[in-house]
């Protein structure tokens, strides 16, 4: 089995308007290309018209059991109605989880803004995932998204479940020692290339990925995840593959860890 926690379905060729429709069916047949069994849709910290609301995309999987919806929060915006509309999603169980943007926005994750959001977070036991490293817009300041900051957060809210996306690349050894530190952090591996990974960058992240398993132990904390389309499904299946892991090691990366931590319903997927 194959869950990805980390796809969009927001258009970045912001040259041409894609509708949501046509994002959304590009998903659903590079899932079926690859044979990935259940994707989880983040939306963005900001909406308009390349990047869709939470409301937008909740309304536009229904129906598709192989699909999950993780709500993106703008720090900067968000107020009570987005808040209350969040609630009522994490009530009716339609959205999975929900994910904070620091680098693209100018925070720390352990501002105290956010709180009554962490707060909700853990009273529906929820993960709360953490943009991490590089930003793919040069606009966006690096310092805010440096994973060594997951730890105050860690440490302060031991029953938040946290997940630091991209394994904080290029930070990788920082995000390495947080994961270790903390057992409520996961890290997954996605957005770690633009398009496909070439022969001298997979042996490079290859490396690195091998190493921050045999520092932090075995891998029930780290989550498969490609950022589609801003990276390939298939170049990261074929990067997988390449991992010199036992084959039930690479399945926790692969599915098991992220059913346990999104509560997925394994049975459901298996009779699509």
């Known amino acids: 089995m194959i869950i990805d926690i980390h796809t969009h379905i927001n258009n970045y ?18 899932m079926k290309a690859n044979q990935v069994d259940y994707s989880l849709v983040l939306t963005s ?6 990047r869709p609301s939470t409301k937008q995309v ?6 598709y059991d192989n699909l999950g919806v993780v709500a993106g929060i703008s720090y900067l915006n968000y107020n009570h109605r987005d808040l209350n509309e969040i609630s009522g999603y994490l009530d009716q169980k339609l959205i999975k989880g929900l994910k904070f943007y620091p680098g693209y926005e100018p925070f720390y994750p352990n501002d105290k803004r956010l709180k009554v959001v962490y707060d909700m977070a853990i009273e529906y036991d929820v993960p709360v995932m953490f943009h991490s490293g590089d930003t793919y817009a040069p606009t966006g300041k690096i310092k805010y998204s440096h994973p060594i900051h997951i730890d105050d957060l860690a440490v302060d809210y031991p029953e938040l479940k946290i997940v630091i996306c991209h394994v904080g690349n290029p930070w990788i050894r920082d995000c ?9 952090v996961h890290a997954d591996i996605s957005g770690l290339v633009l398009g496909n990974f ?12 091998e190493e921050m398993i045999t520092y932090a132990g075995d891998p029930n904390y780290l989550l ?12 990261y299946l074929k990067f997988m593959e390449q991992l010199d892991l036992p084959q039930e090691k690479k399945e926790l990366i692969l599915w098991k860890n992220a059913v346990n931590l999104f509560k997925i319903d394994v049975d459901k997927l298996k009779s699509l």
């Open 224 to 235: 498969y995840g490609t950022d589609w389309p801003i990276s390939n499904m298939d170049s």
């Open 198 to 209: 070439s022969e001298k960058f997979e042996r490079f992240m290859k490396k690195e990925i």
């Open 45 to 50: 910290y900001k909406v308009n018209e390349h």
């Open 58 to 63: 909740v309304e536009a999987i229904k129906g």
């Open 176 to 184: 390495m020692e947080v994961v270790y530190k903390n057992k409520n």
């Open 13 to 30: 060729h912001e040259d041409r308007v894609v509708s949501l429709e046509a994002c959304l069916d590009k998903l659903i047949e590079n």
